[in-house]
């Protein structure tokens, strides 16, 4: 049977496949954004089945087509069963790549559960190597459950998976509270995650969780100051402690600019948060006014 578009009511949809999709809500504004302006620029994809039309790629779109009242959407009506169904939902998201690799897991340990392939037969299947196959089902099968919601939830994403999935279950969830807390990048939890292995002892790995900062911003760079030399007075050692917080908070900005999700902000999250920046430029103009003034190149 040769695939047909149809419009299908939003009431027919069987959204059952979103349990393995992750809620990015920063996507689906982006998504809801292009409808409103321009309607639906591409059909959904599903397949007939008892409870109506599975949603295959374009559970998204389901969303935000009940959030803007349509009643209907433009449905690629595919003829598959079940398997060819999750095995569409890896395909369609391959290029470009929209789906996170936790959701590609949650994919194939479905396949798993359901049809009791082996890793060969999902190969296959998919047209992925094995040894990418295996690292999408270690990724899920290591991950703590309260983590793994948290994901779901888009929280946490697949990349922030990968670097938590190093450490044993129990610990995982301490240390996805300090990411998620800090809004760490993948990068940095990597960083954070080799600390907390690395720690001598229980005592220091919650050391490590209570200021996650000091380790991400790499104390023993030339960044980090020691104000514990005893040559130094009571003013001077608060001095060079606060000259210490100032250059973790700035790095830590400047990581939060660096974001994607800056170029994403709207209208009243701007409103908001730009009179910040301000304040931040005239004090920074200031503070550079003053350092200016310090002969701090006569220093060897």
């Known amino acids: 049977m040769k695939p047909v578009i149809e419009e299908i009511p939003l009431s027919e949809f069987d959204l059952s496949l979103a349990r393995m999709r992750v809620m990015n809500l920063a996507r ?7 409808m409103h302006l321009h309607g639906q620029l591409q059909p959904v994809v599903a397949r007939l089945c008892e409870q109506g039309y599975q949603i295959i790629d374009g559970i998204k779109r389901c969303y935000v087509a009940n959030d803007l009242f349509m009643k209907t959407l433009q449905c690629l ?16 998201n ?40 295996s690292r999408r089902l270690g990724l899920v099968s290591k991950i703590d459950e309260e983590v793994a919601s948290q994901i779901k939830m888009g929280v946490l994403s697949g990349s922030h998976a990968r670097a938590l999935m190093r450490l044993p279950r129990g610990n995982q969830a301490e240390v996805a509270r300090a990411i998620h807390s800090w809004r ?8 954070l995650v080799d ?8 005592a220091h790995q919650r050391r490590i969780l209570a200021n996650p900062e ?13 104000f514990c030399d005893a040559r130094l007075s009571p003013y ?16 830590m900005l400047l990581t939060r600019l660096k974001d994607q999700r800056f170029g994403r902000l709207d209208e009243i999250e701007r409103e908001i948060i730009y009179p910040g920046f301000k304040v931040i430029k005239d004090d920074m103009t200031q503070l550079a006014g003053i350092i200016g003034k310090i002969p701090i190149d006569t220093v060897q």
């Open 28 to 34: 689906i504004e982006q998504i809801e954004r292009s």
């Open 77 to 92: 009506v595919m003829d598959v069963d079940e398997a060819q169904a999750r095995v569409l939902m890896l395909s369609y």
């Open 94 to 133: 391959r290029t470009p790549q929209t789906m996170e690799s936790w959701e590609e897991a949650l994919v194939l340990k479905d396949l798993v559960e359901r049809y009791d392939v082996s890793q060969r037969e999902l190969s296959k299947m998919t047209g992925y190597s094995r040894s990418w196959v």
């Open 184 to 191: 760490f990048t993948s990068r940095q939890s990597d960083c």
């Open 195 to 202: 600390a907390y292995l690395e720690a001598e002892d229980e």
């Open 214 to 226: 000091r380790v991400i911003f790499k104390p023993g760079s030339e960044h980090e100051l020691d």
């Open 236 to 251: 001077a050692e608060d001095l060079i402690k606060t000259m210490s917080y100032v250059i973790q908070a700035v790095q």
